[in-house]
């Protein structure tokens, strides 16, 4: 497809308060499009979008797990800048590291319903429009897409289920003129990691066994740049840190190994035993 100019575009993005996702706003804003911030506090995504842009950006609250709010989210999007060419499905919550025994059942049900239903919600909600003006759509699965999910089985789930819906979607969207793109993350230096990560030393201790290239953390800027410059593209995957797209490509080779690795990793099965002790712990989610 050739270079998708987002001058005069109009753009939503969910969870745009912060992170990845006002990163991603501040990136279209810089290429002449209008932001539409949706988060699920009004007066954090007015804020977030006062920093945008004085008319090129507005912010609306909505909860994705909830159709009508989406929908009313986009009614109003048509409504002030004229129509909507591009959507970013960004909200994604995480939950306290546990095995799925010890896991509350409250945190695993939300953690489906923000990560994987939240995201289709959104792109149902603005399909009819990207299709109408031959728009693009970015779904944001995560690395755990292709990665093991010890100890954060909904996260992982919601992730790979998010990959399989963004494949599927860019073909066929082909027919319409429009497309999609997954996105796939490694570690971003955002609130939500530092507390679902950083502020847990089991969790910790786990990553402290990953490969040191594996655990660079990127800036939420790097990741914003890196998704808008998708959707110029059109591409079919956006994956940063770069390095983890040997890891993505050679999955179906390193996924068996790493799992019987991880079987007979002394430190990893510790690690396990510690999550799997969690059973009736406080166990909150983190945006």
């Known amino acids: ?3 998708y100019d987002l001058k005069g575009k109009v753009a939503l993005v969910t969870g745009a308060a912060r992170g990845i996702g006002f990163e991603t706003a501040r990136a279209l804003v810089s290429r002449g499009a209008s932001v539409v911030v949706v988060d699920l506090e009004a007066e954090a995504a007015e804020a977030a979008a006062a920093q945008l842009h004085d008319t090129r950006a507005i912010g609306l609250a909505a909860d994705v797990t909830d159709r009508g709010a989406l929908q009313q989210a986009v009614a109003m999007t048509v409504e002030r800048f004229g129509g909507l060419d591009v959507v970013v499905a960004n909200a994604g919550i995480a939950s306290r590291a546990a095995t799925f025994r010890a896991m509350a059942t409250e945190g695993f049900d939300r953690v489906i319903e923000v990560n994987l239903m939240g995201v289709v919600r959104t792109v149902e909600a603005a ?4 299709i109408r003006r031959r728009g693009h759509a970015v779904v944001i699965a995560s690395v755990y897409a292709f990665g093991n999910g010890l100890g954060a089985t909904p996260y992982a789930m919601s992730k790979a289920g998010v990959e399989q819906f963004g494949r599927a979607l ?6 319409h003129g429009a497309s999609a793109s997954v996105a796939y993350f490694g570690f971003i230096d955002t609130e939500m990691v530092h507390r679902a990560l950083d502020e847990d030393p089991v969790v910790a201790s786990m990553l402290a066994l990953f490969p040191k290239p ?4 990127l800036h939420p800027r790097v990741a914003g740049e890196a998704i808008v410059s998708g959707i110029e593209r059109r591409s079919p995957r956006i994956i940063r840190p770069r390095r983890w797209v040997v890891m993505s490509a050679l999955r179906g080779i390193l996924n068996p190994l790493i799992d019987r690795q ?3 990793d002394a430190k990893i099965q510790t690690a396990a035993r510690d999550l799997d002790s969690r059973v009736g712990e406080e166990q909150p989610t983190t945006a």
Do not use: N, T
Not at 170 to 175: I, N
Not at 214 to 217: A, G, W
């Open 262 to 264: 991880m079987e007979r």
């Open 214 to 217: 594996l655990r660079k953390r």
């Open 127 to 130: 399909l009819p429009e990207i």
């Open 1 to 3: 497809m050739p270079r």
């Open 170 to 175: 860019r073909v066929e969207l082909v027919q």
